[in-house]
């Protein structure tokens, strides 16, 4: 094991002590560093990122400004123990980054969903129980799927109907509170969960191990399912492979867009309410919130049909 190895070992550990998940950014570096160890590199260089990009660059360009990322962060933490270590420019991949249009899942689409999910075979029917409960809790919530992947039972307050997200996206904390119907939902999986695993795990979503099921498990079963259901092309089983089509991350899209909807039809204002929807998802910024009125078709028009009330309303007033 060379020196970026151990570092890499090193920096994982501390920033998984810090509550980060860290699956994907784990992967990435371990490639990043596999191949400085065949170059016989000990030290982080832009050209060393850029001859690993061309040994392996049938990503897109926006997946490799991603990758970009991952590695920068990581070279700031070697640069910081040595100053041989080289940090890549941010703009060194040239790429305009967009946000891939939003997937609004039909109702109907989200119950064939849970019960595909359902039937998802395992053992002792734990897979079914936890893809099941998770798919719908992210499908009520709008969580992101790694914020609901990190929950522990300490988190979850069925009495008082809260959960609590201790690191969401930068970082940030909040409370997300829940239904009665949702509550009663969980509690159930929780008695079943128990009864399956045997002991009570740590996190509260598990594998029949007990074990916390990671974000790469969760997408390739949300992408069997939508499989099974239709809404992916059948491809060869394989892990890892999800294919193209609607993604587990639309689920957060159609609760946010539809909670919009609503404000629309019940005559709400959106801009009184917007800030309420920014803190339940968690943005940084409302701009991020505002974002699903632009991407959603059906949301665009009830905004335009609203200014255009007003204005008429102006005018003959």
């Given at each position: 094991?060379?020196?970026?190895?151990?570092?890499?070992?090193?920096?994982?550990?501390?920033?998984?002590?810090?509550g980060?998940?860290?699956?994907?950014?784990?992967?990435?570096?371990?490639?990043?560093?596999?191949?400085?160890?065949?170059?016989?590199?000990?030290?982080?260089?832009?050209?060393?990122?850029?001859?690993?990009?061309?040994?392996?660059?049938?990503?897109?360009?926006?997946?490799?400004?991603?990758?970009?990322?991952?590695?920068?962060?990581?070279?700031?933490?070697?640069?910081?123990?040595?100053?041989?270590?080289?940090?890549?420019?941010?703009?060194?991949?040239?790429?305009?980054?967009?946000?891939?249009?939003?997937?609004i899942?039909?109702?109907?689409?989200?119950?064939?969903?849970?019960?595909?999910?359902?039937?998802?075979?395992?053992?002792?029917?734990?897979?079914?129980?936890?893809?099941?409960?998770?798919?719908?809790?992210?499908?009520?919530?709008?969580?992101?799927?790694?914020?609901?992947?990190?929950l522990d039972?300490?988190?979850?307050?069925?009495?008082?109907?809260?959960?609590?997200?201790?690191?969401?996206?930068?970082?940030?904390?909040?409370?997300?509170?829940?239904?009665?119907?949702?509550?009663?939902?969980?509690?159930?999986?929780?008695?079943?969960?128990?009864?399956?695993?045997?002991?009570?795990?740590?996190?509260?979503?598990?594998?029949?191990?007990?074990?916390?099921?990671?974000?790469?498990?969760?997408?390739?079963?949300?992408?069997?399912?939508?499989?099974?259901?239709?809404?992916?092309?059948?491809?060869?089983?394989?892990?890892?492979?999800?294919?193209?089509?609607?993604?587990?991350?639309?689920?957060?899209?159609?609760?946010?867009?539809?909670?919009?909807?609503?404000?629309?039809?019940?005559?709400?204002?959106?801009?009184?309410e917007?800030?309420k929807?920014?803190?339940?998802?968690?943005?940084?910024?409302?701009?991020?919130?505002?974002?699903?009125?632009?991407?959603?078709?059906?949301?665009?028009?009830?905004?335009?049909?609203?200014?255009?009330?007003?204005?008429?309303?102006?005018?003959?007033?």
């Amino acid at each position: 094991m060379n020196q970026l190895s151990k570092e890499l070992d090193r920096y994982l550990t501390i920033r998984r002590s810090l509550g980060y998940g860290l699956t994907t950014t784990a992967t990435i570096l371990q490639r990043f560093v596999d191949f400085a160890e065949q170059q016989d590199a000990d030290h982080i260089s832009t050209d060393l990122f850029l001859r690993w990009k061309e040994a392996f660059g049938h990503a897109n360009q926006q997946t490799w400004v991603g990758y970009l990322g991952i590695v920068r962060v990581f070279a700031q933490w070697l640069h910081g123990l040595d100053p041989l270590n080289e940090v890549p420019p941010k703009g060194l991949i040239p790429c305009r980054l967009h946000r891939p249009k939003p997937y609004i899942y039909s109702d109907e689409e989200t119950r064939n969903i849970l019960k595909a999910a359902a039937e998802l075979p395992s053992k002792r029917g734990m897979r079914a129980l936890t893809y099941s409960t998770l798919f719908g809790l992210l499908a009520v919530t709008g969580l992101r799927i790694k914020e609901a992947l990190a929950l522990d039972n300490r988190d979850v307050d069925l009495e008082q109907g809260v959960l609590t997200i201790r690191r969401g996206k930068g970082g940030k904390a909040r409370l997300v509170p829940i239904t009665d119907s949702v509550a009663s939902h969980l509690k159930a999986y929780v008695n079943r969960r128990d009864q399956l695993v045997g002991f009570v795990p740590q996190s509260f979503f598990a594998t029949e191990q007990g074990t916390r099921p990671d974000d790469c498990s969760a997408r390739y079963n949300f992408s069997s399912v939508c499989q099974r259901i239709g809404l992916r092309p059948v491809i060869k089983p394989r892990y890892g492979r999800h294919g193209r089509g609607p993604r587990i991350h639309d689920l957060r899209h159609t609760f946010a867009a539809r909670t919009l909807i609503g404000w629309y039809r019940t005559g709400k204002d959106p801009s009184r309410e917007m800030h309420k929807l920014t803190t339940y998802l968690g943005h940084w910024n409302p701009e991020h919130t505002y974002w699903y009125i632009e991407a959603v078709p059906e949301l665009l028009e009830l905004a335009s049909q609203r200014v255009t009330g007003s204005s008429v309303g102006k005018v003959q007033g």
